[in-house]
Each structure stands twice: as C-alpha cells, then as structure tokens.
C-alpha cells in the first residue's frame, strides 16, 4: 500500500510539474496562474501546495535532489579522491541518469530564467547552496575554513565551469552535452585541481591526509 500511495504522489508531482513547464513555455512564467497549472494537470489548486510552496519552486523541481546527490557524491569520497575527481563523477552521474524528456524540461527552465529576472535571481540563490557543498568539500582538501576565501572562490569557479554545460548555442532539447561542452568543463576541473594540488604543495599539506587515509 504504501509503495503505491508513493507511486501516486510521484506521478502527480510529475504532472503537475511537466503541466506547469508547458504551459510557462508556451505563456510564459507570469502569464501562468496556479489555477492554470491545476486545471492542465487535473488537480485542485490546493493540492499544487501539497507538492510545491510557489511556481518559482515547480520550475526548479529536482534542485533538492541534486544537492542532495552532490553532497553524498562528496562525502563519500575514496581515498585520494579529490573534490572535482568526485565532482566530475557526480557530473557524469548526473548527464547519464538524464532522460530526453527532462533534457527537454532543462532547456525550457534555461530560457525561463533568461526571460525573467525574478528566476534568475531564485537559481542564483539556489546554486549558492551548491557553492557552500563545494566549498567545504575543498576546504576540507585544503584544511582551510570551510567560509574562507579560497574554497569560495574555488567553489564559485567550479559553479561557473558546470554553468558551461548550458550552452548558449541553440541545438535539440533532448540532445546531451556535447563533447565540446565536455571537455571544457573537464579542462575547468583539471585548472582548479591543479591550483588546489600547488597549494597543497606550498603548505606542505599531504593529499592522503586530507582524504582520510
């Protein structure tokens, strides 16, 4: 019974998020009302709270379960393992468990944030939570604060290298990074790790150290 209540809340909350996408793409974010998305999605107005607090929230639906995923792929680190070998994987991860249809729902979100400032502004608070996870991640490498400088500085490079998955040229929605994309970011990783290994050297600090062993 309680796998398929779950089942059922996932399937709405799936509805009422693919309803709400289509209908900001095809109106846009202001021009759409709860009651739209409710009506699109077969629900009462009141059961869009149940799943999601506001439409700014519908937009940005799996950014929980991202960051939630990032911590863990951090925090579980081998080893040796440095934050942007694990930060890679996780991005791997993440590219390979991304379906066409949520590829789809990525490049609408992409736009509505480019056509409006209020989103804009609601995903850059969102990502600061992404910098704070990457941070502590590197100051733990560095043995540093995790609100020093240099890991938020690091961590706000690494949000911009990931940024560049977004590619600002127009292709298919569904379509993955390309490999282009791929080895741009994987060249920002390779930078960063590499200011973070001549550090480590500078202060003498030993890399097995910092991952555990």
């Known amino acids: 019974m309680t796998g398929h209540r779950e089942r059922k809340k996932e399937q709405t909350r799936r509805a009422i998020e693919d309803a709400a996408l289509r209908l900001f793409a095809e109106r846009g974010f202001s ?5 739209d998305i409710a009506a699109a999605a077969d629900i009462a107005p009141r059961t869009f709270f149940a799943y999601f607090p506001s439409k700014e929230d519908v937009v940005f639906a799996h950014f929980d379960a991202y960051a939630a995923s990032l911590q863990q792929h951090l925090d579980e680190r081998e080893p040796g393992e440095t934050t942007f070998d694990a930060l890679r994987s996780w991005t791997a991860d993440l590219i390979d ?3 066409p249809e949520e590829r789809e729902h990525d490049a609408i979100r992409k736009q509505l944030t480019c056509d409006n400032e209020a989103l804009e502004a609601h995903e850059r608070h969102l990502m600061s939570r992404f910098e704070t996870v990457i941070a502590a991640s590197v100051a733990a490498d560095l043995g540093d604060e995790p609100d020093g400088l240099g890991p938020r500085l690091v961590a706000a490079a ?5 940024k560049s998955l977004e590619s600002s040229e127009p292709k298919d929605h569904g379509a993955p ?20 290994a001549a550090l480590q050297e500078r202060r003498g600090t030993p890399s097995s150290a910092i991952s555990g062993e």
């Open 177 to 196: 990074p390309s490999a282009e994309e791929i080895a741009v970011l994987d060249e920002a990783f390779a930078f960063l790790q590499g200011g973070i």
């Open 158 to 162: 690494a949000i911009a290298a990931l």
């Open 31 to 35: 021009a759409t009302t709860i009651s």
């Open 97 to 99: 468990a991304t379906d």
